[in-house]
């Protein structure tokens, strides 16, 4: 079963910096199969990142998704104050196929 | 427009049995590539995912908690339920249904998600 990690738990930064998440997996995982969600208190996640770098729909271009094999980044390129959130990665693993999430990172107003 | 919404109870007794419902519109779970699938968040925690089914109704469960989950949908009817024995103090969290899809190698996330209905478990 596939562990993934996130760093750092928490990202205290200033709206307009720019805030680099990163995923690591204990395993090679395919990046068609990673995605990012955000989530704000009292909400449900929203999918931002599939395919490790393809952008959802209505998602702002400030925010990117990169990576391959056990490591994947989503960036924040300039911050804004709606920004400020839990953000998580998630595996779907085809065979056998199941769902993992990260523990997420919190980016947090510094 | 693509909507899902959970129900069920809001207060269990520990070692009942929970019986989650997810009803959505938009969409069809008959279609190529489509699932449902469960996620759970205790109060201040991360996002654990539960069980899926796909179009075809495969299903898979998380290996944790495989022995105390089942999933089935009425494609009829719109409706993917989950039930979870044995119910602990411990499942206490927000349940979410989500749709997601797929295709042969890929995989487009869980790109709607319900609006989660909150479960104590509780004597």
């Known amino acids: 079963e596939i562990v993934l990690t996130q760093s750092p738990g928490t990202l205290s930064l200033s709206p307009g910096e720019r805030a680099t998440l990163s995923c690591r997996a204990s395993q090679s995982v395919s990046s068609s199969y990673l995605a990012w969600y955000q989530q704000k208190p009292g909400q449900a996640p929203r999918l931002l990142i599939y395919g490790a770098s393809s952008r959802a729909t209505g998602i702002p271009d400030r925010f990117s998704g990169s990576g391959s094999g056990t490591d994947f980044t989503l960036t924040i390129s300039r911050l804004e104050p709606e920004d400020f959130a839990v953000y998580y990665c998630q595996q779907y693993g085809s065979s056998p196929p199941i769902f993992t999430f990260g523990p997420g990172t919190k980016v947090d107003i510094k | 427009q693509i909507t899902l919404k959970e129900s069920g109870p809001t207060l269990v007794k520990p070692t009942q049995t929970l019986t989650l419902t997810c009803t959505f519109s938009g969409f069809s779970l008959s279609t190529s590539g489509v699932g449902v699938g469960w996620i759970r968040q205790p109060p201040g925690k991360a996002l654990e995912w539960l069980a899926l089914?796909?179009?075809?109704?495969?299903?898979r469960y998380s290996p944790s908690l495989k022995s105390r989950l089942t999933i089935t949908k009425d494609t009829s009817k719109n409706q993917v339920v989950l039930t979870m024995t044995n119910m602990d103090p411990v499942d206490t969290a927000t349940y979410y249904c989500a749709r997601f899809s797929t295709s042969t190698y890929y995989y487009y996330g869980m790109d709607v998600w319900g609006q989660g209905t909150t479960v104590t478990v509780s004597s």
């Open positions: 089914i796909y179009w075809n109704d495969d299903k």
